[in-house]
């Protein structure tokens, strides 16, 4: 079992900048997946950026590809999403999430096994 806590999230205006924390716990062995996603209400959740932990590199969706960073603080066990230049498109719940199913990490929240409690992202403009 894997615990994941996050934290972080909020209102900002348009081309603030936000972090999102997901603090993991329980069986974490050394190299799993772990991913964010957002979801609007009445859509899809969708993939924001997934990561192969144990010193690979993330990977990110065409959306947020400059703008946001993966990043993982190893002592912690804490993974981080650093949301710079954001739109009110990236307004959206987000969740991180992992997944013991192996390599190479998927883009489909389907695969994922465990689920933070989500945070709320708000962008106005």
């Known amino acids: 079992q894997v615990q994941l806590v996050e934290s972080g999230g909020g209102s900002v205006q348009a081309g603030g900048s936000l972090r999102l924390s997901c603090a993991a716990s329980?069986?974490?062995?050394?190299?799993?997946?772990m991913g964010w996603f957002r979801q609007d209400p009445g859509k899809e959740r969708e993939g924001v950026g997934i990561i192969r932990i144990g010193g690979y590199s993330p990977s990110y969706a065409d959306s947020v590809k400059g703008r946001f960073t993966i990043s993982r603080d190893n002592a912690k066990n804490t993974l981080y999403l650093q949301m710079d230049s954001l739109k009110p498109e990236d307004t959206a719940m987000y969740y991180c999430?992992?997944?013991?199913?192996?390599?190479?990490?998927?883009?489909?929240?389907?695969?994922?096994?465990?689920w933070g409690q989500g945070t709320q992202v708000t962008v106005s403009s």
């Open positions: 329980g069986y974490t062995p050394s190299t799993y997946c």
């Open positions: 999430a992992a997944t013991l199913r192996g390599w190479p990490c998927t883009w489909s929240a389907n695969e994922y096994n465990y």
